[in-house]
């Protein structure tokens, strides 16, 4: 309970200072030409890819109980076709906050047809993300480069590991 009650405090704060679109838009670019300089294997997947849902910010906070919140676009054929929120809570030991960029790449046209007419899609529940690490050469792992469903979690310094993006909501915005 506690844990939505922080999560809840995090988008009515977030909200209050949305994003506009052209906001929003400005920053999806930026998250996508840092994500194409940090891993090529991931640049060719998103050329690939049937859509792709960028979350340039997400902000992730928390002192026992946390949350973190972000919003950004689905990007269909590179151009922006939504907008979304991502929304998660966790309890347990946890100090801080942490900015990040997320990117879930839809590699099949079913998969994004599923995202796309969910009314809140759940990642681990109506989708299981394949969260990409990167190997020797900075190769992407052939068994996660074959899912349907691929996500990225990066910063300004690199690929993050051991991130997950299991329990988090994915929302639809009106903007």
């Known amino acids: ?19 506009s679109k052209e906001e929003i838009n400005a920053e999806v670019r930026q998250a996508i030409t840092n994500f194409k300089k940090q891993t090529n294997a991931g640049h060719e997947l998103s050329e690939k890819a049937s859509g792709m849902l960028v979350f340039p910010n997400v902000i ?12 950004g676009a689905l990007l269909v054929k590179g151009k922006t076709v939504a907008y979304y929120n991502i929304a998660a809570a966790s309890i347990g030991l946890q100090l801080g906050a942490q900015a990040r960029s997320q990117i879930v790449l839809f590699m099949t046209d079913k998969a994004l047809a599923d995202f796309r007419k969910s009314e ?45 993006f299991e329990g988090s909501k994915i929302s639809k915005i009106a903007k």
């Open 120 to 164: 809140g899609w759940k990642a681990g529940v109506d989708g299981s993300v394949a969260l990409a690490t990167l190997g020797a050469g900075g190769a992407l792992d052939t068994e996660t480069a074959k899912q349907p469903i691929i996500g990225f979690i990066f910063s300004n310094k690199g690929l993050m590991y051991n991130l997950t």
């Open 60 to 71: 992730k906070a928390g002192v026992g109980i946390g949350g973190e919140y972000g919003e």
């Open 1 to 19: 309970m506690r844990a939505l009650i922080a999560v809840i405090l995090i988008a009515i704060a977030t909200t209050a200072s949305a994003a």
